[in-house]
T-cell receptor, first 116, second 115 residues
Framework: AQKVTQAQTEISVVEKEDVTLDCVYE???????LFWYKQPPSGELVFLIR??????QNEISGRYSWNFQKSTSSFNFTITASQVVDSAVYFC?????????????FGTGTRLKVLA | EPEVTQTPSHQVTQMGQEVILRCVPI?????FYWYRQILGQKVEFLVS????????KSEIFDDQFSVERPDGSNFTLKIRSTKLEDSAMYFC?????????????FGPGTRLTVT
């Protein structure tokens, strides 16, 4: 079975602090894909990044960076110098090949509050 | 850039009424999905649709739900007799199998409120 765990329900930080959102996944697939989405108060899902299981390179995009470690089945997301606009719920998701349909399995999300 | 669209953005209905949520996937996409998110909870898979038939459905997707691609462009989710617990955000998604990635593109969602 596939599963995504985001143990942090809510995190509050002060603006300009760095913050890391944790994501741990379970899958028996050797080929799978991991994603992060941002959900602002307006409700839509904003795509941030995807990673496939064969690419363990960390990635940086502006203030965002992602650390993918297969050894610990983790795909953590760090926001550097957080801003109030980063306040949102962040979801980690997994899609594996054996489901056949590549449905996404989402974690329960982490609500990030960035205080001015 | 092409995008998935959904209508309406918000629908209010009375318990027991039928509702149809509409989605227009990206035009060259072949796989279609519906997901549900109850307020404050995670996004959950409902159903996937390919080649004019359901390819997978979750336990949530019971006989009250149905999906259809009536005209080659729209993709609809019908709830026959709504219950209070059907109140949620419903997301449509579509994907094309290209380039080895299996990324789904999500619509903005329809917020369904059942009173």
């Amino acid at each position: 079975a596939q599963k995504v765990t985001q143990a942090q329900t809510e995190i509050s930080v002060v603006e300009k602090e760095d913050v890391t959102l944790d994501c741990v996944y379970e899958t028996r697939d050797t080929t799978y894909y991991l994603f992060w989405y941002k959900q602002p108060p307006s409700g839509e899902l904003v795509f941030l990044i995807r990673r496939n299981s064969f690419d363990e390179q960390n990635e940086i995009s502006g203030r965002y960076s992602w650390n993918f470690q297969k050894s610990t089945s983790s795909f953590n997301f760090t926001i550097t110098a957080s801003q109030v606009v980063d306040s949102a719920v962040y979801f980690c998701a997994l899609s594996g090949v054996t489901s056949g349909t590549y449905k996404y399995i989402f974690g329960t999300g982490t609500r990030l509050k960035v205080l001015a | 850039e092409p995008e998935v669209t959904q209508t309406p953005s918000h629908q209010v209905t009375q318990m027991g009424q039928e509702v149809i949520l509409r989605c227009v996937p990206i035009s060259n996409h072949l796989y279609f999905y519906w997901y549900r998110q109850i307020l404050g909870q995670k996004v959950e898979f409902l159903v996937s649709f390919y080649n004019n038939e359901i390819s997978e459905k979750s336990e949530i997707f019971d006989d009250q739900f149905s999906v259809e691609r009536p005209d080659g462009s729209n993709f609809t989710l019908k709830i026959r007799s709504t219950k209070l617990e059907d109140s949620a955000m419903y997301f449509c998604a579509s994907r094309a199998r290209t380039g080895g990635f299996y990324e789904q593109y999500f619509g903005p969602g329809t917020r369904l409120t059942v009173t």
